[in-house]
């Protein structure tokens, strides 16, 4: 019996204890305290344990044994809870508050910087809302960086469309002067013989008659008429000389006329591709032999920019290259060319119209051959008539003139320009090329309508496509295998093209 009353008292001791600490823990209070701000929290009893949920919004320092101070870190809420002696427990629903005054001074800081536009931004728990329109870009980011000091920031602004890029058109004029002068001099000496033996003393170099025994009689011919012939049919001696002088002036002149929107690389090539060779790697030291292709000719890249000061500042870079069999290669019978180049890279700053030269690009190039019979072209004086020389020099100049000027696009509706035939084209059939029919068969086209304003990721997102873009496409080619050779060979190499016989450049 005793047992049982104990077991009663002790159940209802628990039940008044469960009772007590469901009264005395009522729902969470609210406190509120500013960024950089404290406040006191005082318990009647003494406090045995202290709990924060979000340390990073707000710190809690225990003072003394009935008293917590709060301090604000960061705007945003937490909870905080306060064990009190004898098992009672406090809640409080912390708000860390912004500063005001510093949202305040951002405010006066965005009307500043972008006065008579709407802009306004909005504080909310930890996050920072900017909203608005602006005329471009750069107040965009401006206005962000600005309200970005703040914390975190959500960039709700709206852009307005900027107007159409302006256009650049370059005209640029290629002059590329070529002289050359050579001299040739050479003596052949022919004999018809005294007893029907003909001979010839010659150096190879340039032909010399050919005397023949025909029914008994020497008869000889000439290879080429543009020489002095001398001949003693009593001595049965003659001679041919070969004295000449050429010169040459060739003009190639290129004028390429390029367009391009303000801050876009535009190019232009004129000129062709040459194949050339490539020994791909492979094992045992072979490889397979693929084919790819370069561009020579006359090239153009330039980047124009219109700068505030309303110039044009262009990054220009112009090319002339040509084939150059004289230093080239020569694999399995074949003459590959190398590249002659002359390249100019700069950057100048122009008005509208207003034109700069490139000139004293010169390429100076002697060529002096020199041929001669061993031990008889040493003989002093008489031995000029054993030695053949020619000398060739080449004097090439490149000039480029280049002329940028802001354009607009033809009217609609106005005519175009035509190139002006000197007779009338494909007479009997259509006058202008095949197309689709018009608007006035079709009707009108569904145009997209004009936006005033755009989301600022958008306007940023098409800007980053456009310049993204690549201007020009890459130098080389996708190879493409090259048929093996008739004679088989392990590791076929490429060897310098012999120069002509006898000859040697400077």
């Known amino acids: 019996m005793s047992r049982m009353w104990s077991c009663l008292l002790a159940a209802l001791l628990w ?21 950089g701000k404290s406040v006191v929290v005082d318990s009647p009893v003494n406090i045995q344990r202290v709990s924060l949920a979000n340390a990073q919004v707000a710190e809690a320092v225990a003072v003394n044994p009935r008293e917590v101070l709060i301090n604000g870190k960061a705007p945003g809420e937490t909870s905080l809870i306060l064990w009190q002696q004898g098992g009672r427990r406090l809640a409080y629903d912390v708000a860390v508050l912004p500063n005001m005054e510093k949202v305040d001074a951002i405010r006066r800081q965005l009307r500043r910087e972008l006065p008579g536009q709407d802009v306004t931004l909005a504080f ?23 309200a970005a000091t703040l914390g975190k920031l959500v960039n709700l602004l709206r852009v307005a469309v900027p107007p159409e890029d302006a256009q650049i058109l370059l005209k640029v004029r290629f002059a590329n002067v070529d002289r050359s002068a050579s001299t040739e001099l050479g003596v052949n000496i022919l004999s018809t013989g005294a007893a029907n033996t003909p001979g010839v003393i010659t150096t190879g170099q340039f032909p010399p008659p050919r005397p023949e025994l025909q029914n008994g009689q020497t008869t000889f011919t000439l290879a080429d ?30 004028e390429p006329n390029v367009l391009a929107t303000n801050g876009k690389e535009a190019s232009f090539v004129a000129g062709g591709e040459f194949p050339f060779p490539t020994l791909q790697g492979g094992g045992a030291g072979l490889g397979a032999v693929t ?11 330039f980047r124009p920019t219109i700068t ?6 262009l990054e220009v870079m112009p090319e002339v290259s040509s ?26 700053e122009l008005q509208n119209r207003q034109s700069f030269v490139i000139a004293g690009l010169l390429d100076n190039r ?16 008489l031995g000029k008539l054993f030695q053949s020389r020619a000398l060739t020099k080449n004097n090439t100049e490149l000039l480029v003139l280049v002329t940028p000027e802001l354009v607009k696009p033809i009217p609609a509706g106005r005519e175009l320009p035509d190139v002006q035939r000197p007779a009338a084209f494909l007479e009997g059939t259509a006058k202008t090329a095949p197309r689709t029919p018009g608007a006035e068969v079709t009707g009108p086209a569904p145009l997209p309508k004009r936006q005033e304003t755009l989301p600022v990721e ?16 890459p130098v080389q080619f996708v190879p493409v295998p090259v048929a093996p050779p008739m004679t088989p060979q392990a590791n076929p190499g490429l060897t310098p093209a012999s120069p002509a016989s006898g000859g040697s450049a400077q």
């Open 225 to 254: 008429a543009l020489n002095i012939f001398l001949f003693r049919p009593d001595l049965n001696l003659g001679a041919t000389i070969k004295a000449l002088q050429t010169r040459q002036l060739l003009e190639i002149l290129a």
């Open 308 to 313: 505030p000061r309303g110039t044009i500042r």
């Open 15 to 35: 039940a008044a204890s469960c009772s007590r600490a469901t009264a005395t823990d009522g729902p969470p209070a609210n406190l509120r305290v500013g960024v």
């Open 458 to 473: 958008q306007l940023q997102e098409g800007q980053k496509g456009s310049a993204g873009a690549p201007a020009a496409p």
């Open 323 to 348: 084939l150059d069999f004289s230093n080239g290669l020569v694999f399995q019978g074949f003459n590959i060319p190398a590249l002659a180049t002359r390249r100019v890279q700069t950057e100048v």
């Open 124 to 146: 909310e728990n930890d996050t920072v809302f900017l909203r608005g329109t602006v005329p471009d870009l750069v107040s965009a980011n401006r206005a962000a960086a600005i």
């Open 366 to 381: 002697v060529t002096d051959s020199l041929s001669r019979i061993p031990g008889l072209g040493n003989i002093p004086l």
């Open 291 to 301: 084919i790819q292709f370069r561009e020579f000719g006359v090239r153009i890249h």
